[in-house]
């Protein structure tokens, strides 16, 4: 009997080589390269947003 998690492993092919990017010596992976972009941009969000009711008006 599959656990849900075997056949999710299964349908998407985890042995499959991924997509790599290099720049020099620099070279990362597309999907952690997505993950950090996506990590500055939340970051910088954080910087700029302001937060609910954190300003009283005055």
């Known amino acids: 009997m599959d656990t ?3 056949a999710l492993a299964g349908a998407l092919r985890l ?4 997509i790599y990017l290099g720049w020099g010596s620099f ?3 597309l999907g952690n390269l ?6 500055i941009a ?3 969000a954080a910087l700029f947003l302001p937060f609910p009711g954190g300003r009283d008006k005055r």
């Open 4 to 6: 849900p998690l075997t």
């Open 34 to 39: 997505i993950v950090i972009l996506a990590m």
């Open 27 to 29: 070279t990362v992976q």
């Open 15 to 18: 042995q499959a080589a991924g």
């Open 42 to 44: 939340l970051f910088v």
